[in-house]
């Protein structure tokens, strides 16, 4: 998912300006500095909608597959194979009879 790599690009690029921000904040505030910050905050700014809808995408993305591996789990059936043998009379999966236990009468 290409949207993917470059929404985790931009989150990792945002760390990091965050980071200089505060690198920053440490030294003597002159003008060119105070510039620099606005900048930096700028683009910050800029690229957190892009940040946001990847935070959504991977989201959606990650509740969607949660939904169906909880939709698999409540309907097992689904999964079974085709198939199998089915027995004609009730269209069910075949099942092996098993023989009636004999009671011991004495």
């Known amino acids: 998912m ?9 989150r990792k690029q945002e760390l ?4 200089l921000l ?12 105070e510039l620099q910050k606005q900048e930096i905050q700028a683009y910050i700014d800029y690229i ?11 989201f959606k993305s990650i509740t969607e597959n949660f939904l169906n591996e909880l939709e698999k789990e409540k309907n097992p059936n689904k999964n079974k194979n085709p198939y199998q ?8 999966p075949y099942k092996s009879q098993s023989h009636p ?3 011991h009468t004495r």
């Not at 043998?85 to 069910?92: F, R």
């Open 22 to 33: 505060e690198e920053l904040d440490t030294l003597p505030q002159t003008p060119q500095i």
């Open 2 to 10: 290409p949207m993917n790599t470059n929404f985790e690009q931009l």
């Open 101 to 103: 236990k004999k009671s």
């Open 85 to 92: 043998p089915k027995d004609h009379k009730n269209n069910q």
């Open 48 to 58: 957190t909608p892009s940040i946001l809808k990847g935070f959504s995408q991977k």
């Open 16 to 19: 990091e300006l965050r980071k």
